[in-house]
Structure formats: structure tokens, C-alpha cells
């Protein structure tokens, strides 16, 4: 990470910023395999719309630990560039390891909020790509529009954003078991969880490309398997030390939670796989154009 190029901060995002540098990007950080492997088949969607070139510049918005970032420096080669640009430093020293480790001159990574750093770079890029790392704004307009002025005029959007909870065979299918023990839990909007759904409505996401200054907005949906542990008690475990053990068993007492844990158990028992446990998440593809 450059800290010469470290960012002022506007307290807007503040909550969002302070979960992703505390807990929650020490709990990426700690599971880094799981989750590149978790993420994997939307990476590959992400990467085939993309159509990365040699010599292109490219920004990874919400890079984490580099995953996309990486792939980009490979294809682009020594004649382009690409900068990851993420709110967490631990999760960003992961990716400025990965990508010395692998000798990738090209790729460089920036500490700074998307939403109010407004030199990301003006038309210093051919492409901004994004694996989940655009939906944790207070201001996705702001955010978007950053992202539009670093762009050259043609230049392309490209990004993955879940779909509703709803939709999420990978939280449905424990959720629904575990709340037939324990109370509903309550989510508010500075849970990092609950805003890791704030894209999931196309017609909101293509008004608010639109108002940006993109064009040719499109909104595909991408359904895959994903990975959540080698086995039953790995899947489990992680589950349990995740949000989704925080949020769904904070409030219920010691039986209910035995019993919760129980039948989560249960309902993922038929998703084990002999090279682990896989349940569907589904994502939504979205490309956009620069005017
Ligand atoms: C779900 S993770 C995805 C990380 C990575 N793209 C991947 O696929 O593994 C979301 C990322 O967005 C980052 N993020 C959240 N708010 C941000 C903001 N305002 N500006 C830049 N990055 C942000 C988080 O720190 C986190 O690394």
C-alpha cells in the first residue's frame, strides 16, 4: 500500500469503514482462502465480461485482498496498470504481499473511500471492475460518479452485487432452520451484512448508473455454487464465527441456540459434496459504458 497516497476520510461511510478495518476485515483476512474459493465462479463471470486486454489501465474498486486486482495485473501485462482501491488496510496488505509475491509490477493499491476520494484519476482508465465491492456506500451516487470520472469517455463498468437475501440458497437455507428456535433478528443499515444487499433492485442500480453518467446499462443475473467449507463441521464453524452467527443468535438463550445450531446442521447436511459444501448465491452482473 502507498502511504503517501492515503486518503482523507468524510465520515459518511464511517461505520462501514470502521467494520471492514476492525472485525469483519480481520475475519476476511483469517479466511482468505475460503472466500477467494467461496467467490470464485462469480470472478470468473466477472472476468470473461470484462475482456481484459494487454496495455489496459484498470481500477478494482473494493479490491480486498486483490483477488481480481491479480488476475487484471496478469492479463493487462507490463504495458497497462491496475490500482486497487479499498477502505482496509489489513485486507490491502494481503493484496500488496500477493502481488510482489508474484512479481507483478503493474499492479499498485491505494487506501481510499471510492465514494468521497474524487481524484480517483480523471480518465486515467480504460475499465473499473468490482468483485462485491461496490454496495457498502452511504452515497452510491457519489461513489459512482468518482468512478465515471475515472474513466475515459467509452470507457467500462463492470461489476458483481448480490441479489435480495431472498435469493441466497447459501443464507436461506440456515437461516430458515435456525428460526425455528430462535427470535428473527433485527438488521440495521450499518450492518455490513444487510448492505451487502443494497444493489440487489436492477431498476434502482440502472437509474442510479444512469444519473452517474454511464450509458448502456445492463443487469444480468448469475446464479453459482458456492463454497463454504471442506466439510459439514468447517462450514459450520465458519458460519458460526461469520455475521450470520452474530446477527441470527446474538439475542436467543443457550437452548434455543443448541437446538438452532442443531437444525442448521441438519439443513446443510445435503449440500456436502465429496470436495466440500456448496450452496447457490446469487449475484447480478452489471455493465455500464462511460458517456
Ligand atoms: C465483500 S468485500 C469484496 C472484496 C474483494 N473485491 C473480493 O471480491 O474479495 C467488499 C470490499 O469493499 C471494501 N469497501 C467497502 N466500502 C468501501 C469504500 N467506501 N471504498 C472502498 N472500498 C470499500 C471493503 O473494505 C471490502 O474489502
Same mark, same amino acid.
Given at each position: 500500500?502507498?502511504?503517501?497516497?492515503?486518503?482523507?476520510?468524510?465520515?459518511?461511510?464511517?461505520?462501514?469503514?470502521?467494520?471492514?478495518?476492525?472485525?469483519?476485515?480481520?475475519?476476511?483476512?483469517?479466511?482468505?482462502?475460503?472466500?477467494?474459493?467461496?467467490?470464485?465462479?462469480?470472478?470468473?463471470?466477472?472476468?470473461?465480461?470484462?475482456?481484459?486486454?494487454?496495455?489496459?489501465?484498470?481500477?478494482?474498486?473494493?479490491?480486498?485482498?486483490?483477488?481480481?486486482?491479480?488476475?487484471?495485473?496478469?492479463?493487462?501485462?507490463?504495458?497497462?496498470?491496475?490500482?486497487?482501491?479499498?477502505?482496509?488496510?489489513?485486507?490491502?496488505?494481503?493484496?500488496?504481499?500477493?502481488?510482489?509475491?508474484?512479481?507483478?509490477?503493474?499492479?499498485?493499491?491505494?487506501?481510499?473511500?471510492?465514494?468521497?476520494?474524487?481524484?480517483?484519476?480523471?480518465?486515467?482508465?480504460?475499465?473499473?471492475?468490482?468483485? $462485491? &465491492?461496490?454496495?457498502?456506500? +452511504?452515497?452510491?451516487?457519489?461513489?459512482?460518479?468518482?468512478?465515471? #470520472? @475515472? *474513466?475515459? =469517455?467509452?470507457?467500462?463498468?463492470?461489476?458483481?452485487?448480490?441479489?435480495?437475501?431472498?435469493?441466497?440458497?447459501?443464507?436461506?437455507?440456515?437461516?430458515?432452520?435456525?428460526?425455528?428456535?430462535?427470535?428473527?433478528?433485527?438488521?440495521?443499515?450499518?450492518?455490513?451484512?444487510?448492505?451487502?444487499?443494497?444493489?440487489?433492485?436492477?431498476?434502482?442500480?440502472?437509474?442510479?448508473?444512469?444519473?452517474?453518467?454511464?450509458?448502456?446499462?445492463?443487469?444480468?443475473?448469475?446464479?453459482?455454487?458456492?463454497?463454504?467449507?471442506?466439510?459439514?463441521?468447517?462450514?459450520?464453524?465458519?458460519?458460526?464465527?461469520?455475521?450470520?452467527?452474530?446477527?441470527? $443468535? &446474538?439475542?436467543?438463550?443457550? +437452548?434455543?441456540?443448541?437446538?438452532?445450531?442443531?437444525?442448521?446442521? #441438519? @439443513? *446443510?447436511? =445435503?449440500?456436502?459434496?465429496?470436495?466440500?459444501?456448496?450452496?447457490?448465491?446469487?449475484?447480478?452482473?452489471?455493465?455500464?459504458?462511460?458517456?
Amino acid at each position: 500500500m502507498e502511504p503517501a497516497m492515503e486518503r482523507a476520510m468524510e465520515p459518511d461511510n464511517s461505520p462501514m469503514i470502521r467494520a471492514w478495518e476492525g472485525e469483519v476485515g480481520q475475519l476476511w483476512v483469517t479466511e482468505q482462502a475460503r472466500y477467494e474459493r467461496m467467490h470464485a465462479p462469480f470472478g470468473s463471470t466477472l472476468l470473461a465480461a470484462a475482456q481484459l486486454r494487454p496495455g489496459m489501465r484498470v481500477l478494482d474498486a473494493g479490491c480486498g485482498m486483490g483477488d481480481r486486482t491479480i488476475d487484471a495485473a496478469t492479463t493487462v501485462g507490463p504495458h497497462g496498470k491496475v490500482v486497487g482501491v479499498d477502505v482496509a488496510s489489513p485486507m490491502l496488505q494481503v493484496a500488496q504481499h500477493r502481488a510482489v509475491e508474484l512479481g507483478l509490477d503493474n499492479a499498485r493499491f491505494i487506501r481510499a473511500d471510492v465514494q468521497t476520494t474524487e481524484d480517483l484519476g480523471f480518465e486515467e482508465f480504460d475499465l473499473a471492475l468490482s468483485q $462485491f &465491492g461496490v454496495m457498502f456506500f +452511504a452515497d452510491p451516487y457519489a461513489a459512482f460518479a468518482n468512478l465515471c #470520472t @475515472a *474513466l475515459h =469517455p467509452g470507457g467500462r463498468l463492470v461489476f458483481t452485487c448480490w441479489q435480495d437475501l431472498t435469493h441466497q440458497q447459501h443464507l436461506m437455507v440456515p437461516l430458515t432452520a435456525a428460526l425455528e428456535h430462535v427470535p428473527t433478528p433485527e438488521f440495521t443499515a450499518d450492518n455490513w451484512s444487510y448492505a451487502a444487499f443494497s444493489l440487489a433492485d436492477p431498476t434502482r442500480t440502472q437509474a442510479l448508473l444512469a444519473k452517474a453518467g454511464f450509458a448502456d446499462v445492463e443487469v444480468q443475473p448469475t446464479v453459482a455454487p458456492m463454497y463454504q467449507g471442506a466439510d459439514l463441521s468447517d462450514a459450520l464453524r465458519f458460519l458460526r464465527q461469520s455475521e450470520f452467527g452474530d446477527a441470527v $443468535f &446474538g439475542g436467543a438463550g443457550p +437452548a434455543a441456540t443448541v437446538q438452532g445450531w442443531e437444525a442448521v446442521a #441438519t @439443513a *446443510l447436511a =445435503p449440500y456436502v459434496r465429496e470436495d466440500g459444501v456448496f450452496l447457490d448465491g446469487a449475484a447480478w452482473l452489471v455493465t455500464a459504458t462511460r458517456t
